[in-house]
């Protein structure tokens, strides 16, 4: 009976997670998209309590954090300033930015990265050294859903004027004036099938080229790779357009100053184990401006 009275409250919990009420002007909201709400609240409190811990001067007393269940919902929230604060890769922040009219504040070091970029490789005794050469062969991506193993390489090609056919069976070989594509699954498959030659090449982002479960040690040494994209920022906060001028600085203060603080270690491991947040620089801007043309090119050609 107990464990039936558990299950039933946390079902109300985790359902109570995608309500949106209405917080008082002395709250601070933020919020995350995922579909495992319970999972992500204990990284979201600790940060939004230091903030807020900061803002007293400025009538913020409280903080809250709510739950969406995919981007159209959090755009609604952002809408309505429902969320006054997220943290997103940078085609959803881009995303949040055009239709909420959202603002992009700090990059965010997720993991202690700030950027990262997508590589393409072959075999070194493929014959394939250029993405022109690609025409005529087969190049994994790992899945629909993926930025740097997906979005982003296949809008390259797209941009190199490139023509992409999906294939239904990894060893299946497109037009001459083609380049195939099919979905691995997992960036380990992508580097199993480029190893073994069932497709020609392969796509993802640096940091899984430097794990070795994701390419063994025993396959670096016959690939190469044959194209860099430039490098994108890996995550970035977002706040909504109507949240208030001065609470957006504070918190803005807060956010580019909190690993010089002790006392926010907690917070930032607890949150995605953050090493620092910076500035938007020019050079930055001039990237995202790149993934803003990829999202455009992807909307257009891929969806």
């Not at 930015?97 to 993991?111: C, D, F, G, H, T």
């Not at 990265?113 to 050469?133: A, C, M, W």
């Not at 299946?172 to 992508?190: C, K, L, M, R, W």
């Amino acid at each position: 009976m107990i464990k039936l009275m558990n299950k039933g409250f946390l079902a109300l919990l985790l359902a109570a997670a995608f309500l949106a009420p209405c917080f008082a002007k002395d709250t601070l909201v933020i919020g995350k998209v995922t579909t495992n709400p319970k999972k992500h609240y204990d990284t979201l409190r600790p940060i939004v309590d230091y903030a807020v811990a900061r803002m007293g001067d400025l009538g913020i007393t409280e903080g809250k954090v709510l739950m969406a269940k995919d981007n159209e919902q959090m755009i609604e929230y952002l809408k309505t300033g429902q969320v006054d604060w997220v943290t997103e890769t940078i085609f959803s922040s881009i995303e949040f930015e055009e239709q909420a009219n959202a603002e992009l504040l700090v990059r965010k070091w997720k993991k202690g990265v700030p950027n990262y970029h997508t590589i393409f490789f072959t075999r070194k005794d493929s014959g394939i050294d250029t993405l022109e050469q690609l025409a005529g062969h087969t190049i994994a991506f790992e899945d629909e859903g993926s930025t740097s193993a997906y979005f982003i390489p296949a809008a390259v090609l797209l941009q190199n004027g490139q023509t992409l056919t999906a294939m239904q069976r990894p060893n299946q070989t497109p037009d001459d004036d083609s380049v195939g594509y099919i979905f691995s699954g997992a960036e380990i498959n992508t580097s199993t099938w480029v190893h073994k030659k069932i497709v020609s090449a392969g796509a993802y982002n640096n940091l899984d080229w430097d794990k070795e479960d994701h390419l063994p040690p025993m396959f670096r040494d016959d690939f190469q790779i044959i194209h860099t994209t430039p490098s994108i920022p890996r995550a970035v906060e977002v706040v909504s357009g109507s949240l208030d001028p001065a609470v957006k600085e504070r918190l803005k203060e807060i956010l580019l100053t909190m690993h010089e603080d002790p006392e926010a270690a907690d917070a930032l491991d607890s949150y995605q184990k953050t090493s620092k947040m910076d500035e938007l620089t020019p050079e930055i801007m001039a990237n995202i401006e790149q993934a803003r043309e990829i999202r455009q090119l992807i909307l257009h050609d891929l969806e």
